[in-house]
């Protein structure tokens, strides 16, 4: 591994989902949300960089670029952490990939999360049984208002829109969870990491992540969005360049050592 990895945790975050994956005909579970977490043990920042499900990339036993919600239909939690880390040049040694009922029980157990919701949401479909009904405002989403916040896409931005709520989201349950309310719930927690949640994270991993935080910086936390822009047919086309900046920005490059002979 590349020393300038050495002194960060990254962690691959999956939301999954159940439902007829486009251009497959069964039915299967796959990547809803990407994201990256990565914690800097030098200087205590966390960064989180989010990946739309609609890039389309190369992945392990596949011949074609396929996108990246498929990896999870394919192979798992492993297959997406292999196709993100080829794709963003890191390693990522661990994950958590949780669906919806999981994500919402998660949310119910820490007493909701608060946040603005940017406009009003209203969105029914029978045949799927989705339905979504939220408020313009600041609200307290419970587990099942959550749930309708993040899937929501009927708006004029549609998938980016969705991703941009994931991030507003994940930093809000991000600091929930690092306030001190939440320290009592910790047992329920555990509970459900080992029966809901699929993940390589164990809990012994758990505790030391957890003194991790402790001792991370409480500065903002950053969350930004994959560089690229959005192709006719609708897919993220990353923007190579500016990932290769963003990368190095998450990721600084070492200083060289002088060298003594000059």
């Known amino acids: 591994m590349d020393k300038k990895f050495e002194n960060y945790t990254n962690i691959l975050f999956i939301g999954i989902d159940d439902k007829p ?7 299967g579970r796959y990547a809803d949300a990407l994201m990256l977490v990565s914690m800097d043990h030098t200087n205590g920042e966390i960064r ?3 990946l739309p499900r609609n890039i389309k990339t190369t992945m392990d036993g596949r011949k074609d670029p396929e996108y990246l919600s498929f990896t999870y239909y394919y192979g798992g939690a492993p297959l ?5 880390s080829q794709l963003l040049n890191i390693p ?8 919806r009922k999981s994500l919402a ?14 406009s009003n949401m209203d969105y029914d479909d029978p045949v799927s049984g989705t339905s979504i009904h939220l408020t313009q405002g600041y609200q307290h989403l419970t587990g099942d208002m959550s749930q309708q916040y993040l899937i929501f896409r009927n708006d004029d931005l549609g998938d980016i829109g969705r991703v941009q709520r994931q991030q507003k989201f994940a930093k809000a349950l991000f600091e929930k969870m690092m306030s001190l309310e939440t320290i009592p719930t910790l047992p329920t927690i555990l509970d459900i990491w080992e029966d809901n949640i699929d993940t390589n994270i164990n809990i012994l991993d758990i505790s030391n992540l957890l003194d991790l935080l402790d001792t991370l910086s409480t500065n903002e936390i950053k ?4 560089p690229g822009n959005m192709s006719p047919t609708g897919d993220w086309i990353p923007d190579n360049a500016r990932v290769e900046q963003e990368i190095n920005e998450m990721f600084p490059p070492l200083p060289e050592e002088t060298n003594d002979d000059e």
Do not use: C, H, P
């Not at 119910?108 to 608060?114: E, Q, R, V, W």
């Not at 969350?223 to 994959?226: H, P, V």
């Open 48 to 50: 989180f960089l989010s």
């Open 80 to 84: 997406a952490v292999n196709t993100v």
């Open 92 to 99: 990522i040694t661990q994950y958590v990939a949780l669906d």
């Open 21 to 27: 994956v486009e251009g497959i005909a069964e039915a």
């Open 105 to 118: 029980k998660f949310v119910d157990t820490i007493g909701g999360i608060n946040l603005y919701v940017e």
């Open 223 to 226: 969350i930004k969005m994959l």
